[in-house]
């Protein structure tokens, strides 16, 4: 495997990277799912949730004007996206783009469908339940492009974190919901073999699309018809007798149904037109397990090991100003590897009130459960950023440590941070500092030290994650109290 972090010498694991650590020779068996971006209230998902509405509902209206032209012209730039290297791709159609015959094909199929005209259509990933010519596959084909935008925009945000070089390329296709249309331009991307890279993360990503009309028959469709056959005790019935030819027991066998009934997708769109509940049903459970992140560095790593190797590299790296990079790089994998999902898209150094004061790294509040999720809900702090600043000081850290943080908290970005620090010699003075801050409704700083680190860590090496979340809790009942 040639992995994107070996490319650029990014020396990391993918436990430690908040993207998807793509083999640039081959594609990973991963997919974005549309229902996992609708589960997430983080920023960047809800900024590609709305792309991918604003879409759907453009070729809606093309539907319901007939605009043949416009519709073709919206289905003419979903092909396979190759430049993010995920799912599974057919021999010679990586990257093929969608001619306008197709488009206008799929547009037809679209136009004339049951689910069109009954106005089943909810959201994109109807399209593969019940319009012929689109499967799950394509479902995150076409989800890809529409926010490839988006992505573009977080790769160079990653770019710049781990200085990877990036040169300028053309875009490709993305979603303009402004103007509602395709749109491309040139763009910085970080390019291999030729070819240029986008980046996905790892939080969005499934192993696969959730909705799957085959599923959707199965599972539901005809489970629902067997009980309407048994209740109405009809030729579907199957009466099994014991040797003396008594009754022992009625069955509709769900092979029997399935022969019965259309197995095109037509079907399915009247059967829900029929059956609200049952397509409400279904689309809930997508929604249930499309909420779930996947641990696609556990499939890799050995959690153990890793966590393990990270406490002692912390311990080998040196206080003071000559290895604060050195403490600084290797932090940012540790944070990411100990709180994900809660801490996601980290962002190096951002420039805030006109480019006066610098952030080491911000990074979105996943709001994924615990601690996290909880002080996302307090008004006071509106936690939807977190800032984390790293010092490796050999000296105790002071007062213009603490006031430089606080200063870059305000009610839009929020006012939580995590102070990272080496030790204290004066460990209560630290939390004597976060203690007035918070008292004075400034903000909530977390002190974290070495050996916070290191204790979280040893929660993961011993399979104990939830500890982690307790021990933040109880840190800042400690400042909040």
């Known amino acids: ?107 037809k199929a679209l136009r004339n469908s049951k689910a069109a005209k009954s106005g089943l259509l909810e959201d994109l990933s109807d399209f593969a339940l019940f319009i012929p010519l689109i499967g799950r596959d394509k479902i995150s084909d076409m989800t890809t492009n529409i926010i490839r935008g988006a992505l573009i925009s977080y790769t160079q945000t990653q770019c710049e974190l781990f200085e990877i070089p990036m040169r300028s390329v053309a875009s490709g296709f993305f979603w303009d919901m402004d103007k509602e249309e395709w749109q491309q331009s040139y763009v910085s991307l970080p390019v291999c073999n030729g070819g240029k890279i986008i980046l996905v993360p790892k939080y969005t990503v499934r192993y696969q699309v959730g909705v799957d009309h085959a599923t959707f028959r199965s599972k539901f469709v005809l489970e629902f018809l067997q009980e309407e056959h048994k209740r109405a005790n009809d030729s579907l019935v199957t009466t099994i007798k014991n040797k003396k030819g008594q009754v022992t027991k009625q069955i509709v066998y769900k092979k029997t149904v399935d022969a019965h009934y259309p197995t095109d997708k037509d079907f399915l769109a009247e059967f829900s037109s029929k059956h609200p509940e049952v397509i409400d049903k279904y689309r809930d459970s997508l929604k249930d397990a499309s909420s779930k992140i996947p641990n696609i560095s556990r499939d890799i790593i050995n959690e153990t090991d890793l966590a393990n190797h990270l406490a002692g590299q912390l311990r080998l790296i040196p206080s003071g100003a000559k290895f604060a990079s050195k403490y600084h790089e290797l932090m940012i994998g540790i944070v990411s590897f100990i709180f994900f999902p809660s801490l996601i898209y980290p962002k190096k150094e951002a420039e805030i009130n006109n480019g006066r004061k610098r952030i080491d790294v911000i990074y979105t509040n996943g709001k994924d459960s615990g601690f996290f ?51 204290s010699d004066k460990p209560e003075t630290v939390i004597a500092r976060c203690r007035d801050a918070a008292k004075s409704s400034l903000g909530i700083i977390l002190p974290i030290d070495d050996a916070f680190v290191v204790k979280c860590l040893n929660f993961i090496a011993s399979k104990n994650r939830q500890g982690i979340d307790q021990a933040i809790n109880s840190l800042y009942q400690q400042i909040s109290s």
């Open 1 to 107: 495997m040639t992995s994107f972090s070996s490319v650029f010498n990014i020396n990391k694991t993918q436990a430690e990277l908040d993207f998807v650590d793509i083999d640039i020779d081959l594609d990973t068996p991963l997919y974005i799912d549309p229902y996992a971006l609708t589960t997430r209230d983080d920023e960047w998902s809800l900024q590609c949730h709305q792309l991918v509405v604003s879409y759907f509902q453009t070729i809606l209206l093309a539907i319901k004007n007939n605009d043949i032209a416009k519709g073709t012209r919206l289905l003419s730039h979903l092909g396979e996206p190759e430049e993010t290297k995920l799912g599974v791709s057919q021999p010679g159609n990586k990257g093929r783009g969608i001619g306008p015959h197709q488009a206008g094909e799929m547009f």
């Open 373 to 423: 999720y909880r002080i996302a809900l307090d008004q006071d702090i509106k936690a939807n950023i977190v800032h984390v600043e790293c010092k490796n000081y050999t000296d105790d850290i002071a007062n213009p440590e603490f006031d430089q943080l606080l200063g870059r908290f305000d009610h839009n970005r929020g006012k939580l941070g995590m102070l990272f620090y080496r030790s």
